[in-house]
């Protein structure tokens, strides 16, 4: 990357990881909930019901990520740099190489560049990246040949459904090359319990996907704090049907079992001490 | 300066605020979260807009959701720990279950199967000692025996399918089921009998509409005063009494509630070679100002993982090590019944129904909406179903092997919430020492060091383990007794929702940190007033109503041994939180 375009780099770097980030988050969410999009149809396994990027839980999950995981920023450079093979070899999106920014696609910029460039610059890497950084170290260790596919910025988008197990089997079980990137670029309390940060990273952005699929978050106007329309994951799962809004009650009353309304104190403990 | 500081609006601290604002002492109550004074309008019930950890309204982090992150805690393996800040703590989303503690983790138990439970970490107090303890909540809150839907309706089938008895005592004496004892206003009027919202009005309507959103906060019904919600939160229960117990207690003051302040250190001296405690410096989380106030007492509620925190952050002794040690969680796991009926799951009470099973554990059956049936279903120790295991994937009754439940087999499971019927196992774990809170290596945040939180998963007691793979056993055999056409265990990994022990009380001064009386051993003045001043797991039972037991006689013990008052339990009757006295003098606070 010759100096002199630097500035032109750092123009869409950060939009460019973003991306990087909706698309492996996308991958994630069609692996929890599947649907009839490009991702899920990347995965080879789709459904003709609405899934999870339907329900925008890649939107969801980018920003509870960035959000819950509030480590210090230094902490969040030194893991984007440890995960930093997560965006070898993938281009710049093609959506933002229009104009005067195709020179940096004639000179062969990568990702891996503009992430760099972020580092070097020392700018705030939001938890999201890393955590799509991770994911897609993970996938190209599952099948290097994942760079390339229908998914242009995520490795992981490109695995198949099984082989994204097989990536989060590795990040679960903390395999020791993922253990080892952590250890060689990250501060003292993070590579020590570089294990326990990968097991608990695979863990909530497993837990974490299907609560988004199913949540109100795409149709939630936060002004309001109303859905507007019915969730996909309503629809899907037939919760209240016709309703956009939480019910106040249900006619589900049906008794008290045996008739018994109140219980006491058991003869063999009345009497107190 | 204060008779007493309650560090912690919770489910136990507002217990001694209120027992003691009672007396008459001037009480002090801060709360690290903020307070929902206008709860119908605060809570939307959307389960993101509630429950998401970064930003939902019942997270655990600061007031302004939408420009401060939440505290970041240290969870050094596949955990996830749900705490919860504001005004009634974890008992915001609580369901409300309040059975009492199996009897065989106290220490007059001597019944055939005393063995059966956690020996070596026994409460140093008889059961019989509680009880009247017990009694006295459960007028106050109050507990009501649950009514029934049709998801209880199935799950009483299947007990009685496999040969339970049920049990009709308040108290667990062997293996039996029985519907909850819950700290819910029972329906009353069109309560549970409409889904019309203009009919589900107070005082049209009273008690549980069965609306389905114990976890996303109890707003029902509509236009009722604060403090006859159906669900009993200590936010409308107990600390309601607090702010007005010169309303409804003869000699009764006011407490003083202080939200958003987030207390990071206990005050002490040295005082004849003794450490006294001498009050609390808090952080204003709005405004970033210090403030310190002394009292003659302080009262430690603020959870089994920021309690051992405060404790550690603020340099007070810890002779034997075993502050933040003991952190027993149930072992929780879950199973879900797949039914070719309609079951209801979405609606009604949380929770209404249980079995117990003396020396193992308890189960509940448990109804969620979509998002958070979508998150029990990936929460798992056994990675994902068909794909790999982690090396654990247990098989038993269930279909297959334990483990998430993922794409397509997600979307078929989740194809109609309302046939599932979902089932919390509650396991009668030990007390071990590895299992604990430490300071965190990690920079403190603006209130200090924070927690890490560390479970060795797989390297429980033999007994521990023993006792969650037969209450799965038990679980899925009631599934199938109700007719359930498919039945998935998830095999969780570390939730603790169920917390208690970490500053726990017993016999031996090398094990624990509180005496009898839940007074610190080595701080002179300090109590502990939550779960983690419990000595064991219960046995399984659900932990508030135990919690706020023992709250209440630890209330009786300060009164007497700081203040020179006489024990109330017993000699009075409590006045029930609903009273319309509480309910007048809230419209002046």
Redesign the interface.
Known sequence: MPDSLEWLLEQIARPALDLLAYETFAGLAT????GPDRFSRAQA?T?A?A?GVEAKAPE?LM??????????DS?LQALAAAFRTGAADLGLPDSLLGGLFSVLETIGATLDDALELLLANDASIPAAIVCALLMNVAATQVRPTAVIGPVASSPFANLT??EK??A??RI??ADPTLVALIDANAP??LR??AS??L??L???L????????????GV?DRAS???TRRPV??E?????PGRTT?????????????G??????????AG?? | MRDVIVIGAGGGGPVVAKELAARGLDVLLLEAGPHHENIEQDWSRYENDCNNPADGYFRWGPRDRARQPPWFRELPQNSFVWQLAGVGGTTQHYFANSPRAMPGVFSDYDGPDAAAYDVAHRFPLGYRELIPYYEWVEATLPVQTAAMGTKEAIFFRGCEGVGLPVNATKDILTDSFRPQENAILQPHGTAGRTSDSSQLLFPQAQGCTFCGYCFQGCIEPRRSPRNQKAKRSTNVSYVPMALTADAWAPGGRRATLIADAFVTRILSEQVGGRTVARGVRWRDTRSGETHEETAQVVVLSAGCTEGPRLWLNSGLPNPNDWVGRGYTDHFIDWQIGVFDEYTGNSKGASSSARADFPGRGAIEQVGLPPALTGFASGFSDSGVRGLYDNGRGPVGRWDGKAGRVYGAELKELLSDIDRLVQVLVLTDDDVEPDNRVVRSLFPPDEHGPIPRVVFRQRQRTARTLANREFLNDRTAAILRAAGARRVLRIDFSPLPLHVHSTLRMGHDPADSVLDANAEARWVDGLYVADNAALANALGGPNPTLTNQALATRTAERIFARWFGGEPWVGDESPVVSTDPRVSAALTLV
């Open positions: 692996f929890a909930v599947p396994l459904s019901s899934g969801l920003h509870t990520f960035d959000t819950y995981l509030a480590l210090p902490y459904w099984a197990g097989q989060f089997q679960e079980q003292q309390p020590e319990g326990g940060l097991r608990f695979g863990n909530v497993l837990v974490v996907a299907p609560f988004a699929a199913y949540s109100e978050f939630f704090r109303r859905a994951g309503w899907l799962s037939r919760y209240m939480p019910a106040d009650g249900w006619p589900e009353f049906i008794g008290y079992y045996q018994r309304t109140a219980v006491q104190t058991a003869p063999e403990y107190g001490m």
